[in-house]
């Protein structure tokens, strides 16, 4: 062992360098004995339990402040926007059913308005018909009537024309007849009370 003239360190520095393996090995056994297979596992020591007990409950304040002010916030902002997109749609919907329903109604209703209105103009119309049929029947019946009545009076004339001209062809032919076989003319009274006679059966 050298000792110099300087500071201590240099004095144990010294005596490190000029010192036997075997005090070194010595030496490291005796300062490593302190933390080697005698001792505890750190969380599992007693002599540690208020320090990790009080870094324990900081951390987890930490995390309870961290949790509390920003990750339960957004999740919170999250949930609220989805439910009131959710709420929106449902509003929205509703809305929509009620207007589709109302629109059907108003369908409904006006359907059945047209088909009133569509049985009101056919039964009008066919009334209308009727009448006008009616009112044509009715006329061309009276002017059939009426050209009836007159072909009757004409061939009531024609025939009383006519068989006032066979009376009076009946007449003379028999004039004519009984002067041509008697040989001497008849009175005309009687030939004609004869032809007469004759024409009425």
């Known amino acids: 062992m050298t000792e110099t003239a300087g500071p201590a360190g240099t ?4 005596q490190a360098e000029h010192a036997t393996p075997a005090e070194t090995h010595a030496g490291t056994e005796a300062h490593g004995g302190g933390h080697g ?7 599992f020591d007693s ?18 402040l961290l949790m509390s002010k920003v990750a339960i916030p957004r999740v919170a902002n999250i949930v609220e926007g989805r439910a009131e997109r959710i709420a929106g749609d449902l509003a929205e919907a509703r809305r929509l059913r009620a207007e589709s329903k109302a629109a059907g109604e108003a369908y409904e ?5 047209a088909r009133s209105k569509a049985q009101a103009i056919a039964s009008e119309t066919r009334e209308r018909v009727s009448k006008e049929a009616d009112d044509n029947r009715k006329r061309t019946e009276a002017e059939l ?11 009531g004339a024609t025939k009383a024309q006519a068989l006032s001209n066979v009376r009076v ?9 009984v002067e041509r076989l008697a040989g001497a003319s008849a009175p005309a009274a009687e030939i004609e009370r004869a032809v007469d006679a004759s024409l009425a059966r």
């Open 11 to 14: 004095i144990i520095l010294a």
């Open 37 to 43: 297979g005698g001792g505890a596992f750190p969380p």
């Open 47 to 64: 002599s540690t339990f208020a320090g990790q007990i009080l870094w324990l409950a900081i951390f987890f304040g930490l995390l309870y």
């Open 109 to 113: 209703k006006a359907l059945a308005d």
């Open 145 to 155: 009537n009426a050209r009836l009545e007159a072909a009757e009076a004409l061939i």
């Open 169 to 177: 062809i009946a007449v003379d032919a028999a004039s004519a007849i």
